[in-house]
């Protein structure tokens, strides 16, 4: 047995929240609120397209990295409404969110245009935040295992182990998505694991499927973050609504920075 660091990632997914003058103050009280804190994890802000200068101006020379929602697998052209992963290398994001569920549900992202997207995104330099997750009633049906692998699988397909490193992977059950339910934290790191041993086949060596962070990201706060993150497979967390506050977004930052880091491979 070897051991080897894997990153820790908080990611802030603002969704369609936040003016530009709300989205100034938010993230310059979250740059400030980390100075000096002590093994942090990367911190990652995803506001509105609107936002992404105001964001980048605030997080300039600290530690707190940008990315988009959403992106577009074309690099331009006529596709109205849509932002492609140069525009976003252009804004300097460093992230960008694949596949969320909302844009699924509402917006007709589907397992085919997933790794399209990831594709590009890892081609321009930027690191895919790829979501998988199943519905209410796949989870009452016992499907949440076949329908996550389905979606691991179809996100990953045709990228190279070089690029397949470049990723990480968020698990959002969406029934406890905005709904203040949350996935008992023993039960998202059963299926993070899940995750991880169907990421491990796309590798020569199956310990590099070890080192790929994957996140949690159904309704984590400030109250659950610490049991959430106790839990050994669960990397991190996309976090929906508690990023919206500085102060609850700090407080799920604080309990990444406590949480162990070193995995057994």
């Given at each position: 047995?070897?051991?080897?660091?894997?990153?820790?990632?908080?990611?802030?997914?603002?969704?369609?929240?936040?003016?530009?003058?709300?989205?100034?103050?938010?993230?310059?009280?979250?740059?400030?609120?980390?100075?000096?804190?002590?093994?942090?994890?990367?911190?990652?802000?995803?506001?509105?397209?609107?936002?992404?200068?105001?964001?980048?101006?605030?997080?300039?020379?600290?530690?707190?990295?940008?990315?988009?929602?959403?992106m577009d697998d074309h690099d331009s052209g006529a596709y109205?409404?849509?932002?492609?992963?140069?525009?976003?290398?252009?804004?300097?994001?460093?992230?960008?969110?694949?596949?969320?569920?909302?844009?699924?549900?509402?917006?007709?992202?589907?397992?085919?245009?997933?790794?399209?997207?990831?594709?590009?995104?890892?081609?321009?330099?930027?690191?895919?935040?790829?979501?998988?997750?199943?519905?209410?009633?796949?989870?009452?049906?016992?499907?949440?295992?076949?329908?996550?692998?389905?979606?691991?699988?179809?996100?990953?397909?045709?990228?190279?182990?070089?690029e397949l490193k470049q990723v990480v992977i968020a698990y959002?059950?969406?029934?406890?998505?905005?709904?203040?339910?949350?996935?008992?934290?023993?039960?998202?790191?059963?299926?993070?694991?899940?995750?991880?041993?169907?990421?491990?086949?796309?590798?020569?060596?199956?310990?590099?499927?070890?080192?790929?962070?994957?996140?949690?990201?159904?309704?984590?706060?400030?109250?659950?973050?610490?049991?959430?993150?106790?839990?050994?497979?669960?990397?991190?967390?996309?976090?929906?609504?508690?990023?919206?506050?500085?102060?609850?977004?700090?407080?799920?930052?604080?309990?990444?920075?406590?949480?162990?880091?070193?995995?057994?491979?």
């Amino acid at each position: 047995m070897t051991e080897a660091k894997r990153k820790t990632v908080i990611a802030g997914n603002w969704k369609m929240n936040k003016t530009r003058k709300e989205a100034k103050e938010l993230s310059e009280s979250i740059v400030k609120g980390i100075q000096g804190k002590a093994n942090l994890p990367e911190v990652v802000l995803c506001p509105p397209f609107t936002c992404l200068d105001v964001v980048a101006t605030a997080a300039k020379g600290s530690s707190v990295n940008f990315g988009g929602q959403t992106m577009d697998d074309h690099d331009s052209g006529a596709y109205t409404g849509e932002i492609s992963a140069p525009m976003l290398v252009d804004c300097g994001a460093k992230y960008v969110i694949i596949g969320h569920s909302e844009r699924r549900q509402y917006f007709g992202e589907t397992n085919q245009t997933v790794p399209l997207k990831v594709k590009a995104a890892i081609g321009h330099g930027l690191v895919p935040i790829v979501c998988v997750g199943e519905l209410l009633d796949e989870r009452e049906n016992n499907l949440t295992d076949p329908v996550v692998k389905r979606q691991v699988g179809a996100a990953l397909s045709g990228l190279s182990e070089a690029e397949l490193k470049q990723v990480v992977i968020a698990y959002e059950p969406v029934w406890a998505i905005g709904t203040g339910k949350v996935c008992e934290a023993t039960e998202a790191a059963r299926v993070i694991e899940l995750i991880r041993n169907t990421v491990k086949p796309f590798f020569s060596d199956k310990d590099a499927a070890n080192l790929i962070p994957i996140l949690y990201g159904g309704s984590m706060n400030a109250k659950n973050a610490a049991e959430l993150l106790a839990q050994d497979q669960i990397d991190g967390g996309l976090i929906g609504g508690a990023s919206l506050k500085s102060e609850d977004f700090l407080s799920i930052i604080d309990a990444a920075c406590t949480r162990k880091r070193l995995t057994a491979v």
